[in-house]
């Protein structure tokens, strides 16, 4: 029985279709949804300046460059959660009990480790579709969270368009010669 529902969402063109998905596994079976969206520098749009404990010693970081990441840093923090507020009133409104956090960390990490003190019964995530060496080097949060979940994960994938298939196929096509 499916009680409770961790929806793991971020900004990228897939977070509507995995909390559409989500929304309606929830109607159907009456469970609660927990929205979650991890702050993280391999996030998209993520602002990223590497953190030094000691400015002074890197000529190039001075206050003004701290103050504009840091200025940076909160607009994408407040986009998060303007993301998550959105995606929770519409769940309201059709009568879906549903809360949000924001964390800050490794997403399938956080992802797993809110899964297990929240006590989900499902994880609702989406899949970038990173392969090969992309994935070797990048990592990939699905993969993570698919082997360390302590629940079941529902793992939503982007449509695969006729152009995406006939630019497959092209690429299949030079390659074999």
């Excluded at 404990?53 to 504009?68: A, I, K, M, V």
């Amino acid at each position: 029985m499916i009680k409770k529902i961790l929806v793991a969402l971020d900004r990228s063109e897939i977070g509507q279709q995995v909390f559409e998905q989500a929304l309606a596994l929830a109607k159907l079976t009456q469970a609660n949804l927990m929205l979650l969206h991890v702050l993280s520098p391999e996030a998209e749009g993520s602002p990223y300046v590497p953190m030094f404990s000691n400015f002074d010693y890197y000529p190039g970081l001075n206050s003004q460059s701290f103050e504009l990441y840091q200025k940076q840093w909160d607009t994408f923090k407040n986009e998060g959660i303007q993301m998550l507020q959105f995606f929770c009133a519409q769940a309201n409104t059709v009568g879906v009990t549903t809360e949000f956090t924001q964390n800050l960390g490794h997403p399938g990490r956080i992802i797993c480790d809110l899964a297990r003190s929240w006590g989900a019964d499902l994880i609702v995530m989406g899949r970038r579709g990173r392969s090969g060496l992309t994935e070797l080097f990048l990592g990939s949060v699905s993969n993570y969270v698919l082997h360390h979940a302590p629940c079941s994960v529902h793992i939503v994938h982007l449509p695969i368009t006729k152009a995406d298939q006939v630019v497959k196929a092209a690429t299949n096509a030079v390659s074999a010669n």
